[in-house]
């Protein structure tokens, strides 16, 4: 289970709504996987579990049809999507329930319940008994990265790139549902169950990061053409980076290199496919080439400490972070670049 949906079960308990019913209109919605997936629609845009959904007067920009998440912005201060405001919108989503129950939610309908479903209207519940994220001033929580996460193994044979850009996701504090991403993956053309990734140099992969993911500060780009010296001084060190061989037909995430015995330490969503486990030698490389990269990072990780030398190795700990750091600020500075006409 999800701190999502734990916290939901909870706050629904407390409401006298069967918390079973509150996750099964989340899930209709937004799901209980991760703090604010967007759904977006010609009236506006929605985000959080429940979708709290903006647009109209003061969100022209994102539609013109007003909802919830426009009262919730009034009310909290919480601006559309803001990931650290998942608690809130939870809270202020299963009060409205409470009070007029899920007419409200499109995809409690599809899930085949109905308006007061599981909503005990007997029950008092008082909504200023509680006190909330943005009384207390909540800050919010930096990225960072986690290089142990658990491999994400694939489920198909052409979803190893989505499988390990869910790897790369997840080490970085973003929990994307493994149904979700490989079906938006394959609508927006990024792979195809037929070829799988559809761009080998990776140009797509990292588009779509920045699609998905740009509204929340991620970054990414890539290299069509690597060496293995270069992803052993760039690979996983301060940020996760994705390579994939074309006579390998396969991809990977990074997570390291291992100086001392001259492997790349991976999280391979196919363990031993070609004969590569979770490590890479410079043979294995050099044959299942050639390579290319995407890198995947966040602006919070700029001010990351780097990890103490591990001697020999082919590029310095602090010559890797001024590398990365260098990408980071020329990809944030292009952000800021007018369009060409």
């Known amino acids: 289970m999800t701190e999502y949906e734990a916290f939901i079960r909870d706050a629904a308990r407390k409401r006298s709504i069967d918390p079973d019913i509150a996750v099964r209109v989340a899930n209709s919605e937004g799901s209980v996987t991760e703090p604010a997936r967007r759904g977006t629609f010609t009236t506006g845009s929605s985000w959080w579990a429940f979708q709290l959904h903006y647009g109209g007067a003061g969100y022209e920009f994102l539609g013109n049809v007003a909802g919830m998440g426009n009262g919730f912005t009034t009310l ?23 009070a007029s129950g899920w007419s409200a939610w499109y995809g409690a309908a599809h899930a085949g319940i109905g308006r007061w479903d599981g909503i005990d209207r007997t029950a008092i519940w008082d909504a200023a008994s509680e006190r909330w994220d943005y009384e207390d001033g ?3 929580v930096a990225v960072t990265y986690n290089k142990l996460e658990p491999v994400h193994p694939q489920e198909h044979s052409y979803d190893c790139s989505q499988d390990s850009l869910e790897w790369a996701m997840w080490a970085l504090g973003r929990k994307p549902a493994d149904g979700w991403m490989e079906a938006t993956m394959i609508a927006e053309k990024v792979m195809s169950p037929e070829l799988g990734l559809l761009d080998a140099t990776g140009a797509g992969l990292a588009a779509f990061v920045v699609r998905q993911y740009g509204e929340f500060g991620f970054l990414s780009n890539n290299e069509p053409l690597i060496s293995f010296d270069w992803i052993a001084a760039e690979g996983g060190h301060a940020y996760p980076v994705l390579m994939g061989g074309r006579a390998w ?17 991976l999280a391979n969503p196919a363990d031993g496919w070609k004969g590569v486990g979770q490590t890479m030698s410079r043979d294995q490389f050099q044959a299942l080439g050639p390579f290319s990269a995407v890198r995947v990072w966040h602006p919070d990780l700029l001010a990351a400490d780097p990890p103490p030398p591990v001697p020999p190795t082919p590029v310095p700990q602090d010559t890797r972070l001024a590398r990365a750091r260098e990408y980071m600020l020329k990809a944030m500075a292009a952000l800021d670049e007018p369009s060409p006409s």
């Open 76 to 98: 909290t201060g919480w601006q559309p999507g803001d990931p650290n405001a998942w608690r809130d919108a939870a809270r202020y989503a299963l009060n409205r329930a409470k």
């Open 138 to 140: 909540a800050k919010p």
């Open 249 to 265: 037909g396969h991809w990977t995430a990074v997570r390291d290199y291992d100086a001392a015995r001259d492997l790349l330490l």
